[in-house]
């Protein structure tokens, strides 16, 4: 994670499940010729809620072994409006949509709360991966469990 660039991360009730929240400052830079924030960009605003969820606070502690290799194999976005710069940061949570043997789901809905409007779903799948062995791994027993809080069909 960049410094000065994410806000401290929170987490949200919803039902029985729980998604992670994370406040992701907007900076002048992510804006691009058609003065809005790039499309490419919101990928950078779903790393960084990724990694606040998977490998910092909590997730150190009882996944470690996530931290040392988990590989993107896919993405998806879809965009609903357009972001403009702003000073207040955009929220974007993610949850766990799905969890297999040998990868998982997260999805993310990324928002504009002071306007209260989505700007953009998306969906990554990721694969556990033993560097040393340079190949995909299953998904641990602690892994499942720690996935399982955030799991929301």
């Known amino acids: 994670m960049q410094p000065g660039r994410t806000g401290p991360p929170t987490a949200s009730s919803l039902a029985a499940s729980v998604r992670f929240t994370f406040r992701c400052p907007v900076r002048w830079d992510d804006m691009d010729a058609f003065g809005h924030v790039n499309n490419v960009t919101f990928l950078t605003y779903m790393q960084e809620a990724r990694t606040g969820m998977l490998f910092a606070g909590e ?12 590989v993107v ?76 809080r955030y799991l929301e069909p």
């Open 73 to 148: 194999a896919r993405h998806e976005i879809d965009y609903r409006r357009p972001l403009e710069w702003r000073p207040d940061p955009i929220e974007v949570d993610v949850w766990a949509a799905q969890v297999k043997s040998s990868s998982f789901v997260l999805r993310y809905e990324i928002r504009d709360q002071l306007a209260n409007v989505v700007l953009a779903e998306a969906l990554t799948v990721l694969v556990p991966f033993d560097l040393d062995a340079g190949r995909p791994r299953r998904v641990s027993p602690s892994e499942r469990d720690f996935l399982s």
């Open 59 to 70: 997730a150190a502690e009882h996944i470690p072994d996530l931290i040392k290799g988990v």
